[in-house]
């Protein structure tokens, strides 16, 4: 075979630091959402779909063969914080948390998942962003330890 293809799905999520509620006001929120849409797409990892609540964020993207979920992540977080900091009146200390859940999702997956996240403000309603990453954290069947989750 001469072409090497792939089409991996990942669904990461982070939150602000120390969860801070930040993404009240829908214009940052919208004018964040779009910014991580248009780093994706930049850095070669096409965005499916942002979404997200006042303390954290859903990105559904598909990999680049020439990144890893790290790298991903390294650039999504860096220059979005680089720019809520530099363009955003009050934001001059935004930070994201240092970890994130990054999980595979297959094709089939992706209308589940599409209308989760655009859910979020009604799902948020009933659950706490530190529940649904648990919840999120068995769904995928990763092992974690809640004293390391958090920072």
């Not at 965005?47 to 020439?66: K, Q, T």
């Not at 209308?115 to 990763?142: G, P």
Request: some cysteine; hydrophobic content about 40%.
């Amino acid at each position: 075979m001469s072409q090497s293809l792939a089409q991996i799905y990942i669904h990461l999520v982070f939150s602000t630091k120390n969860r801070r509620a930040l993404f009240q006001n829908d214009k940052i929120e919208k004018e964040m959402h779009a910014y991580l849409v248009a780093i994706c797409n930049n850095i070669g990892c096409p965005a499916v779909l942002v979404g997200g609540f006042d303390d954290h964020v859903h990105i559904l993207c598909s990999l680049s063969r020439l990144k890893t979920v790290s790298d991903l992540v390294r650039d999504v977080k860096s220059n979005s914080s680089g720019w809520l900091r530099s363009s955003v009146t009050g934001f001059h200390d935004f930070g994201w948390q240092s970890g994130y859940g990054a999980f595979s999702v297959s094709a089939s997956q992706l209308p589940q998942l599409k209308e989760y996240i655009v859910n979020q403000r009604v799902h948020h309603a009933k659950m706490s962003f530190q529940d649904e990453f648990r919840t999120l954290l068995q769904k995928y069947a990763v092992e974690f330890n809640e004293q390391y989750v958090w920072d």
